[in-house]
């Protein structure tokens, strides 16, 4: 069900990359409302961490309003359309700079890339 | 979670003429997860052994704090000591009449299909750490202490045994404390690193902290004296440079691709640096 | 843990018990071929045997737990490191005890008999090299180390501990020839033993106990040195307290004290030189046995004829000879009796119907041997002569037993041959060659007549009386006596049968005992108890006239003594010497003593 891969060597401390794991399955609709994550333990031991990582992770979760924490029976997605909205539009955002930052050190111009975007989004229409 | 369960104060434990721990101060906290890594004979295994009181200091004291019991404390030594000559059954009863364990979970003896009556001597090193993990497990253990076992075994069992741990972790707010110098699977256990060398501590970090506060600088040039470099490796194309402590200021006042690093890097780094220290006798 | 170690234990006894039994075979095979005395070589090699177990089963605590590769883990388990030795100690210790009932059981059925000095000697051995074993069960990771270790051990323990004594025996001027097996439990405070022994076992255990506190997985060495730390001066303290305790020890060597005729004081002891003390000098003999004991003195001469040999010693060259030398042996029974120049010497074996009579002849030191053997000894207990004498050239000598109710008394001829000369309800005498005995109806005077003793003389009032010269050990035929003394039986009431017109009067009714000092004076000693007093009389003819008392000595206690000899008597108390001559008592001063 998940696609994980922490990588140990990128900046972000690991329970933010757990966040960001669930956001992704989230957004991409493999996790739905209501859905129910895997417990603390099992996915510390899928992703070979430590519970606490994991652990802050979720509570984060919470705080942010993506899942929602029941006791005694775990943790459940449980997001707000507007919120929903919101996350997909910051982590669009954030791929797209990431794209961006890749493209420009490439050696990209701004042109090229219009282009480049306009063609793919064309194709992409095309074969909807 | 930041209850404090061992006082160490002055530990000091020399062999003849050698001081192998000096006047080492440390606390820990419970249900934290460290890592005791350093070069070889820096005195790990040693200091493990006296967290297991199976080393007695010369001078200063390993203090527990009183809920501390030496029934709740599990220690898997680099030897995986146990008595050869036992049946893997006649192991579980004594494990369990000393340790006072009236439940003992076969499930990971069933898992690896042990003969209860084969002597413990037949058994593989992997399957030994396992079993002797199992006796440990069965005593619900308040603190884990474990020696560079963990990649004498083969991946399929160190992977049970991972899971074994994580799930003392999560249960029992277990402390572990390994002694590790490679790291791979089990990096992202630990949240606390103690690098160990010629006795003593030379760095307490938390792991996440570690990874903000060094980098590398790969470069084909010299860099600035300015940045603090404490390791650096040559080869025929570049240097790497590895920079601690790494201060965010530095990026703006040296612009260069300052690279994160893994734990296993971070490590090899310090070690690298003890090494260059390092006189000839 | 228990469990574990009971198990533990046992397996190491099963090669120690293979070892034992298949120790034997070789000596059975000895038995065969050459008729050895194979208990006696098989009894030795036990006792090392069980000595070497004492130490194994010590030494062993750990190396089962080191030969499993174990021995971390033993030290994780939850129990303090003195905890871990109790539980190691325990079923060890309980073994060691169960092999030491074992050897008593095997000692009783042997028959063999060693001093209660051996014994003591060799169950604190037993003990204390278990004990050291232990302590040197953690110092050493190699069994082959610790096994050399222990063993050199052993052999240095028990030459320090025999030292000890040696050395304190030596320092006393005692001899040490026949050391170690055959000493008197008097003469020796044997309580002081086992304590010499544990001052320095000690030293062994604490250094053990304070540093296994502190015993971890370091590698030996660590452990070692502070092992000899606190070793080394625990052990000097315990060897200088251990000599001490033996040389108290052997400070009580009993002292045995006779005054001959001539006012010499000899004084004797175990494993003692002899001094013979004059007014003011003393003269230091060697003697190459444990024990003189004045026996008999006669002229310039005493003797030692108690025990297995016959010494002479002379009071006027201070010179010792060695007239015959009987080895000792079991269920052998030997007596003696002096006449003339001759001395004899009866051996009688336990249960066998004969008895074996040697004579001595003192000036030309020839002896000669002759047997008897009648139906009747064989269940005579402790044969005694108590006469001889010579009828037609045959010499005869007169054998009562030590029971005279049951056993009749028997005259044996030179030439071999037993009579049996009837019974008696009291122990006889041979006085003025007439034979006293007792019937339920009278005492009877007997004499030999034409070749058979005879009764002359009937004495009905005699029937409660016991006449007794007990004291002397040699003939009376030279010199006849006037009178003998004796008591009514089970009374207080002493007197005298009058040897020429066989009349018994009454002297008096006291309580103590008669002494003989032939020919002609005897003595009595009075003894109060309660009052600790001791009178001392002399009996004239039927008179008892008082010479002397002597308050404050209490006779029960085993260190005072009194003792009376043919020059006067002695008495010790304590260590206390006092001697007064006879006839006056009056006190003899000796200056070296």
């Known amino acids: 069900m998940f696609r994980l891969n922490i990588d140990f060597s990128s900046p972000l401390p690991i329970y933010q990359q757990v966040i960001h794991l669930v956001k992704m399955e989230i957004l991409s609709g493999r996790l739905k409302n209501g859905d129910r994550l895997p417990p603390i333990r099992e996915l510390a031991k899928i992703l070979k961490l430590n519970p606490n990582t994991v652990a802050k992770a979720y509570y984060t979760l919470e705080a942010e309003g993506i899942i929602e924490s029941k006791r005694g029976s775990g943790n459940w997605v449980h997001t707000k359309k507007a919120k929903l909205d919101s996350l997909r539009k910051g982590m669009i955002e954030d791929e797209f700079r990431t794209f961006l930052e890749s493209a420009f050190s490439l050696g990209a111009k701004k042109e090229d890339l219009k282009k480049l975007m306009a063609r793919y989004l064309n194709d992409e229409q095309t074969n909807r | ?281 | 843990m228990l469990k574990k170690e009971f198990r533990e234990v046992l397996q190491q006894l099963l090669y120690f018990i293979l070892v034992m039994a298949l120790l034997p075979l070789p000596l059975l095979i000895f038995k065969i071929f050459l008729d050895q005395s194979y208990f006696g070589v098989f009894y030795i090699l036990y006792h090392f045997g069980l000595l070497f177990l004492a130490l194994f089963m010590g030494a062993s605590l750990f190396s089962g737990d080191r030969a499993q590769g174990g021995m971390e883990y033993l030290i994780s388990l939850p129990y303090s490191r003195l905890q871990l030795a109790g539980f190691k100690i325990l079923p060890r210790l309980i073994a060691i005890v169960i092999f030491y009932l074992v050897y008593l059981v095997l000692y009783q059925a042997s028959g063999e008999s060693y001093s209660i000095f051996f014994f003591l000697f060799f169950t604190t051995s037993y003990l204390s090299l278990f004990l050291i074993g232990v302590s040197l069960s953690a110092s050493s990771d190699s069994f082959l180390v610790l096994s050399i270790a222990s063993l050199f051990s052993l052999f240095v323990y028990l030459a320090f501990f025999y030292l000890d004594y040696i050395a304190a025996f030596l320092i006393r001027g005692v001899h040490m020839e026949r050391l170690a097996f055959e000493v008197d439990p008097e003469s020796i405070i044997l309580g002081f033993i086992p304590l010499a022994a544990l001052s320095l076992v000690l030293p062994f255990l604490v250094a053990f106990i304070l540093s296994f506190k502190k015993f971890d997985v370091r590698p030996a060495k660590v452990y070692n040195k502070r092992y000899l730390k606190y070793f080394t001066p625990l052990i000097a303290v315990g060897l200088v307290i251990s000599f001490c305790l033996a040389y108290l020890g052997t400070g009580w060597v009993y002292k045995l004290y006779y005054l001959t005729e001539d006012h010499k004081l000899i004084e004797t002891g175990y494993y003692s030189k002899i001094k013979i003390y004059e007014k003011d000098r003393v003269h230091t003999i060697n003697y190459k046995f444990d024990f003189f004991w004045p026996y008999l003195e006669e002229n310039e001469y005493v003797y030692d004829m108690y025990g297995e040999s016959v010494v002479r010693l002379n009071t006027s060259d201070f010179t010792i000879d060695t007239l015959v030398e009987v080895p000792h042996e079991r269920n052998v029974y030997r007596g003696s009796w002096k006449y003339d120049q001759t001395i004899v010497l009866l051996e009688k074996k336990q249960f066998q119907p004969s008895l074996q009579l040697a004579l001595f002849d003192e000036s030309s030191k020839k002896i000669r041997k002759i047997s008897f053997s009648h139906e009747l000894l064989k269940d005579y207990s402790l044969p005694n002569i108590f006469g001889t004498d010579k009828i037609d050239c045959q010499r005869f000598w007169l054998i009562c037993s030590s029971v005279p109710m049951d056993n009749p008394l028997l005259r044996m001829w030179e030439d071999g041959s037993i009579e049996n000369i009837g019974m008696t309800q009291r122990a006889p005498c041979y006085v003025n060659r007439m034979l006293i005995t007792y019937t339920e109806e009278a005492l009877v005077i007997s004499k030999d007549i034409e070749g058979t003793f005879q009764g002359i003389m009937e004495i009905p009032e005699g029937k409660d009386w016991h006449f007794r010269v007990e004291n002397i050990r040699s003939n009376l035929n030279n010199m006849p006596l006037k009178g003998i003394y004796g008591r009514k039986w089970k009374s207080r009431i002493i007197g005298r049968l009058n040897l020429d017109t066989f009349e018994i009067k009454e002297i008096a009714e006291k309580l103590g005992y008669i002494h003989y000092i032939y020919p002609s004076d005897s003595y009595f000693v009075e003894i109060n108890r309660p009052a600790n007093l001791i009178k001392i009389y002399q009996l004239k003819e039927e008179k008892l006239e008082f010479l002397k008392s002597f308050p404050d000595f209490d006779i029960r206690e085993p260190e005072n003594r009194l003792e009376v000899c043919k020059g006067g008597i002695i008495f010790k108390k304590g260590k206390k010497i006092k001697v007064y001559d006879f006839p006056d008592l009056k006190e003899l001063e000796f200056k070296k003593l």
């Open chain 2, 1 to 281: 979670m930041n209850k404090q369960i061992a006082e160490v104060e002055k530990l000091t434990v020399r062999i003849g003429k050698k001081t192998v721990l000096n006047d080492i101060q440390v606390q820990l906290q419970k249900g934290e997860s460290v890592v005791i890594t350093g070069r070889n004979g820096s005195g790990k295994s040693t200091f493990l052994r006296c967290l297991a009181e199976v080393i007695l200091p010369d001078q200063g004291s390993v203090e527990y704090s009183p809920e501390i019991s030496r029934e709740k404390i599990g220690f898997i030594s680099d030897q995986i000591s146990l008595f050869e000559n036992f049946t893997v059954k006649q192991g579980i009863d004594f494990h369990s009449s000393v340790f006072r364990i009236t439940d003992f979970d076969p499930t990971l003896i069933n898992e690896l299909k042990l003969n209860l009556n084969q002597k413990i001597k037949t058994l593989s090193a992997g399957e030994r750490t396992l079993y002797h993990l199992s006796l440990i497990l069965s005593q619900k253990p308040q603190i884990l202490l474990v020696d560079e076992i963990i990649h004498v075994i083969d991946p399929f069992l160190r992977e049970k045994f991972l899971e074994a741990i994580i799930d003392l972790i999560s249960q029992l707010q277990t402390t572990v404390i390994m002694v590790n110098h490679t790291f791979s699977e089990i990096e992202k256990i630990p949240e606390r690193v103690l690098l160990m060398e010629n006795g003593q501590f030379i760095m307490d970090e938390k792991s996440e902290a570690l990874g903000t506060k060094i980098k590398k600088i790969v470069s084909e040039k010299k860099i600035p004296e300015e940045i603090p470099c404490i390791f650096r490796k040559e080869s025929s194309f570049y240097q790497e440079y590895f920079i601690y402590p790494f201060k965010e200021e530095l990026r703006k006042k040296f612009p260069h691709d300052y690279k994160d690093l893994s734990l296993t890097e971070i490590i090899k780094a310090f070690i690298g640096d003890q090494y260059a220290k390092k006189r000839i006798p």
